[in-house]
């Protein structure tokens, strides 16, 4: 290949010489005798098809010979396995069988499943070959069987390394050891080896040789070299490095090229230098060397290989002793000028490349790369994903004039008169546009909801008056066959692909069938609601994936709170790559409140830090900081790093408030305030948007709403400030309310076994050594669940509870509960140390406590002996 396009692209130098010209005509003539030849040939294979039959049968009568000497193979090895630990059951327990050729006779008694035949086997392989390592030979024709029978692509030159140590060093070691009943494990092979090495070399030999043979299956097994042992080492410098941010030294990277294999003497040629003078009879031509490199690609879904063009190194190196170096490829460069030069590419060993990476990476005159400890990282693949459907909706020309007729129909009924009707079809819901008569009151046409649902016969029709920016009405109609969204059919949109968001993310179709795409950083954060069983836990898995097909480990960071423990805990396994925790935790996802309330008051302080990095670099928005530190204008001995994005996501938000309250309310109603800025976002879920749960201070920080369906258009209300939520057709038919405008979406399936692929492909890579660390909080007196018991401490509210139980001279858990806004638990235990400090009589059943303090001057001295008491005073 080499050869015909050196010739091909130097064939305009050699017109001039007689000689070349010769050898070009004949090469010429000799392709046009083959072609004619293969020509000829393909004429006379249809004669030879009548032949080919039988072969064909042949071939399928060997495919089944093969099958059989396979599976004949696996049941020899199956077989010889369950002898094999049938003997050594039999031999080290209370049998303690031996009886050599005896064993088949019949008058001796065997303890063994595979009979007489198996234990004869057995112990021969055992006792009087290899002991232990016998298994190798059920290894071996198992092996042999997928091979011949099945085809399998196993490559059998790697047995060595288990012969080796089935057959020499496991027999060697057993008989080895001291110990007399572990003889049999190492057989008489190890016995012989024992017996002759010790002659020869004494003990110490022998366990310098058992070491020698075991690293070298090491270092064939588990490339356990001393290039993998210093390659570990310099990634554990690198992140100590990163860790402790020392100043990095600027290289002059101008001096010296970094790479020139052109000299076979391994000498650094410069862009002024030359070699020496070529001989007479060696071509000249200028040669243009390239260096290729791998580098990753700014998107997500390209990670090919891109060649990166230094300037040049012009050599008079000839192509002669150029095509005899190995390893070089010669490549035809049309836009060169035709003047015989070509282009080589270089492939560079990995360690070069390796230590190109780190002269590019630490360097003070190059970008921050914060991909470059995870720089192989490979996004998960569409593959992955499961194709549900066609991707167009199913609704029939007749479905669609029998709903507009009926429409227009109802209206009319009504005197109320239409111009136009126009349909859009959905993939679950079909619009119909209508343009009423001139003359016609709109809150005429909304108050006929019922009646066009009940012409239509259909649940969830909505009526839209108007819609914004269109100057029409428009009546939501459910298709009779909706279709379902997939997840796979979303991420492959032009729209999401070539989405220039910080965060984007893609959560379904819109009415008219295109791909709803949102950028979170925008939101800034998201709220959703709706009934069990409606399609809130698929649309934060439909959020999930987005990021995690677009957003590498290094620029993202999950915060994920799970109270019913089995919606995400799939994303355990990305860990070590996308999830944030606290560094006490055992688990990244979070399930206990009194850790929520922890990470909660961790993220405030981790937002704290941030705002004060970003005033120390006079940046407003995490974008422009993290600009600042990719470009080095921000250093990390001045304490600045890279801030990757942070996604806080709690599945069921009405849980954490009805058992922990204020304790969690407060936390997160200061994130969404302030938090947005800094590259911090929260998704909060819940499937009881009463107002108890969804406070006011909670809704004002959360534009961005999501309605599934509810049941009541009260909890509509509380959601999206208005009716629609209470309309939908459920099974992920939403509402996304953005504070302008509302929009109807069908939103993205995403299945339980397509979520484990993910995670499974994305935790099966190489990811950091541990998740990514929040900062440490220390944990309040008081705070938690309340299970655990009184440690002697009074609650930090013990005095507020107190004065509120003397005001009110009501001593009950729930009022506690209500006027702190505070879970049952810890204002139970309030009310125990009220008790215990004699200002609340004991438990009197379905009776309130009774109130044994009766004014706030008796309290106050009441609350003055506590605290000298405690201060020993």
């Not at 009886?99 to 088949?104: A, D, E, P, S």
């Not at 009926?406 to 126009?422: A, P, S």
């Not at 809130?536 to 959020?543: D, E, M, R, W, Y």
């Not at 942070?646 to 849980?655: G, N, P, S, Y």
Request: net charge negative; glycine share 6%.
């Amino acid at each position: 290949m080499a050869e015909n396009k050196y010739k091909n692209t130097y064939k305009s130098d050699l017109t001039g010489f007689p000689e070349a010209t010769d050898k070009t005509s004949s090469a010429e003539e000799k392709a046009k005798s083959d072609s004619t030849s293969k020509k000829e040939r393909k004429t006379a294979s249809p004669k030879k098809e009548s032949k080919a039959k039988p072969r064909q049968t042949d071939r399928k009568a060997d495919a089944r010979g093969h099958s059989i000497i396979g599976v004949l193979l696996l049941c020899i090895a199956i077989f010889l396995g369950i002898a094999l630990v049938s003997y050594f059951i039999s031999y080290f327990g209370l049998s303690h069988q031996e009886f050599g050729k005896q064993t088949l006779d019949n008058g001796v008694q065997i303890h063994n499943v595979t009979g007489r035949l198996g234990a004869r086997l057995a112990e021969i392989f055992v006792k009087e070959s290899f002991g232990i390592g016998a298994f190798f030979f059920v290894y071996l024709f198992a092996i042999l069987g997928l091979k011949i029978g099945f085809h399998s692509k196993i490559k059998m030159w790697n047995l060595w390394k288990y012969a080796l140590m089935g057959l020499v060093w496991l027999p060697l070691f057993f008989a080895f050891l001291p110990a007399q009943r572990t003889k049999i494990l190492g057989g008489a092979v190890g016995q012989w080896l024992h017996t002759n090495l010790l002659n020869y070399i004494g003990n110490a030999g022998i366990v310098i040789a058992l070491a020698f043979t075991f690293l070298l299956y090491a270092a064939f097994e588990f490339n356990l070299t001393f290039n993998a042992i210093k390659h570990w080492q310099e990634q554990r410098a690198n992140r100590k490095v990163q860790n402790n941010t020392p100043t990095e030294p600027v290289t002059d990277q101008s001096a010296k090229p970094e790479d020139n294999t052109l000299n076979p003497d391994n000498e650094d040629i410069t862009e002024d230098e030359t070699v020496s003078e070529p001989k007479e009879d060696e071509d000249t031509s200028p040669i243009t060397v390239l260096h290729k490199d791998t580098v990753t690609d700014e998107k997500p879904q390209s990670s090919a290989n891109k060649f990166i063009t230094p300037q040049p190194i012009v050599s008079t190196t000839s192509t002669s002793d150029v095509q005899q170096q190995p390893g070089f490829e010669i490549v035809e460069t049309p836009s060169e000028k035709p003047s015989g030069s070509v282009k080589l590419e270089i492939e560079k060993t990995p360690e070069e490349t390796a230590s190109v990476s780190k002269k590019e990476h630490h360097g003070l005159d190059t970008p921050f790369d914060p991909h470059y400890e995870l720089r192989d990282f490979k996004f998960p693949t569409l593959d992955l994903l499961k194709d549900y459907g066609p991707g167009k909706a199913d609704v029939s020309s007749e479905e669609l004039e029998e709903n507009k007729n009926k429409i227009v129909e109802t209206l009319g009924n009504y005197g109320i008169q239409i111009d136009r009707i126009k349909a859009t079809i959905g993939p679950t819901v079909t619009l119909y546009e209508i343009v009423p008569a001139a003359g016609v009151r709109i809150s005429k046409i909304k108050n006929l909801e019922d009646d066009i649902a009940l012409s239509l016969s259909a649940l969830g029709i909505r009526i839209i008056a108007p819609i914004p920016g269109r100057g029409t009405i428009g009546i939501e109609v459910p298709n009779s066959k909706p279709e379902t969204v997939s997840m796979k059919s979303v991420l492959m949109s032009e729209k999401f692909q070539n989405s220039k968001y910080a965060l984007p993310f893609a959560m379904g179709k819109t009415i008219s069938n295109e791909t709803y795409v949102a950028d979170l950083a925008k939101m800034p954060h998201l709220l959703m609601a709706g009934a069990t069983g409606q399609g809130k836990s698929v649309g934060l898995n439909a959020i999930i994936t987005s990021l995690l097909y677009c957003k590498h480990p290094s620029e993202l960071k999950f915060v994920m709170v799970d109270p019913k423990k089995v919606e995400l805990t799939l994303y355990n396994r990305i860990e070590r790559h996308y999830l944030a925790k606290l560094p006490d935790m055992a688990e990244a996802i979070i399930t206990d409140v009194k850790q929520v309330v922890r990470t909660l008051n961790s993220l405030c302080v981790e937002m704290d830090d941030r705002y004060d990095l970003l005033k120390m670099a006079e940046c407003r928005t995490i974008i422009e900081y993290n600009e600042k530190f990719k470009s080095r204008r921000l250093l990390p001995t001045e304490g600045h790093r890279f801030l990757p994005y942070i996604v806080l996501v709690v599945d069921e938000f009405a849980d954490l408030i009805s058992t922990a309250g204020r304790e969690v309310e407060s936390p997160i109603a200061r994130l969404a305030q302030l938090a947005r800025a800094i590259g911090i976002h929260l998704i909060i879920a819940t499937q009881r948007p009463s107002v108890n749960i969804i406070t006011g201070s909670i809704k004002a920080n959360f534009p961005a709403r999501i309605a599934f369906r509810v049941t009541s258009v009260i909890d509509s209300r509380t959601i999206l400030d208005q009716a629609g939520a209470n309309q939908l057709i459920g099974r992920g038919d939403m509402l996304l309310s953005t504070g302008n405008d509302v929009v109807r979406l069908q939103c993205a399936f995403i299945d339980t076994p397509e979520v484990e692929k993910i995670t499974s492909y994305i935790g099966e890579q190489r990811g950091y050594h541990q998740a990514y660390l929040l900062p440490e909080v220390a944990e309040e007196a008081g705070e938690g669940n309340g299970d655990s018991e009184d440690d002697g401490e009074r609650d930090s509210l013990f005095e507020e509870a107190a004065r509120i139980v003397v005001q009110t001279q009501q001593g009950s858990t729930s009022m506690i509960q209500r006027k702190l806004k505070l879970g049952y638990n810890r204002a139970g235990r309030i009310i125990d140390q009220l008790e215990a400090a004699g200002i609340v009589g004991p438990f009197a059943g379905s009776k309130t406590r009774e109130v044994k303090v009766a004014n706030e001057t008796a309290l106050e001295q009441i609350l003055k002996d506590l605290y000298n008491r405690d201060q020993g005073i």
